[in-house]
């Protein structure tokens, strides 16, 4: 049996899209979009929650968390984004498989 997971855009989709992005599967969510905004740059957030909640609300518990500090540079800002999507979709898989799977 296989597991549904995120399908996330391209990191290039994304830019495309101003750097925001919101899927959904099931009862989960996921936003990735910048978060705050300072003279040193812009702070990127990855977070998952459940469906009926804003995951980058600072009050909504969050089931997965990643930010990143941009100051210019896109290289590292894309490593970061498929990083975390990476690390997501490992993440959200063992979770489905400890919550609702029996050995």
Known sequence: MKLKSFKFPTF?????K???TRVELGAY???VRAFSWSNNGTTYVFAASLVD??????YTPQLFYRRFEY????????EWYEKSVL????FFE?????????E
């Open 12 to 16: 290039e989709e994304w830019m495309k």
């Open 18 to 20: 101003e750097c925001k």
């Open 29 to 31: 969510c996921v936003e």
């Open 53 to 58: 909640r804003n995951p980058l609300n600072i």
């Open 71 to 78: 100051v210019g540079d896109e290289t590292p800002l894309k």
């Open 87 to 90: 690390e997501f979709n490992q």
């Open 94 to 102: 063992e979770l489905l498989k400890k919550t609702y799977l029996e």
